[in-house]
């Protein structure tokens, strides 16, 4: 078992910047890749970045591509997320998600094994 926790979530005004945090316990040697996806009022939950655990290989969607960069600390079993000129439409609840093994297309919430239970992110105009 993998326990997944954000943090870091916050209301700030828009253009400003915060840091997510996922830490993982549990048998988190495991991990191949983690991810963050987010969830916006009325919306499916969507694919925003990832990172392979070993190698450091980032993925991200193109509307946070130069906004926002994604980290891990792997002697703490964290990944970050790193936002930076938020915009109100990337206000959403956002879950970090860990996945096992490799495969799959990691855009796909399917392909991971263990989310978290999300933190509120709130950009006001």
């Known amino acids: 078992q993998v326990h997944l926790e954000e943090s870091g979530g916050g209301l700030v005004q828009s253009g400003a910047s915060l840091t997510l945090s996922c830490t993982a316990s549990?048998?988190?040697?495991?991990?191949?890749?983690t991810a963050w996806f987010r969830q916006a009022p009325g919306k499916d939950r969507e694919f925003v970045s990832r990172?392979?655990?070993?190698?450091?290989?980032?993925y991200y969607e193109d509307s946070v591509k130069g906004r926002f960069t994604v980290s891990r600390d792997n002697a703490k079993n964290t990944m970050y997320l790193r936002m930076n000129s938020l915009k109100p439409e990337d206000t959403a609840v956002y879950y970090c998600?860990?996945?096992?093994?490799?495969?799959?297309?990691?855009?796909?919430?399917?392909?991971?094994?263990?989310w978290g239970e999300g933190t509120q992110v709130t950009v006001s105009a």
């Open positions: 998600a860990a996945q096992l093994t490799s495969g799959g297309f990691y855009r796909q919430e399917e392909i991971y094994n263990y």
């Open positions: 990172i392979i655990w070993d190698g450091g290989n980032t």
């Open positions: 549990g048998r988190s040697s495991l991990i191949y890749a």
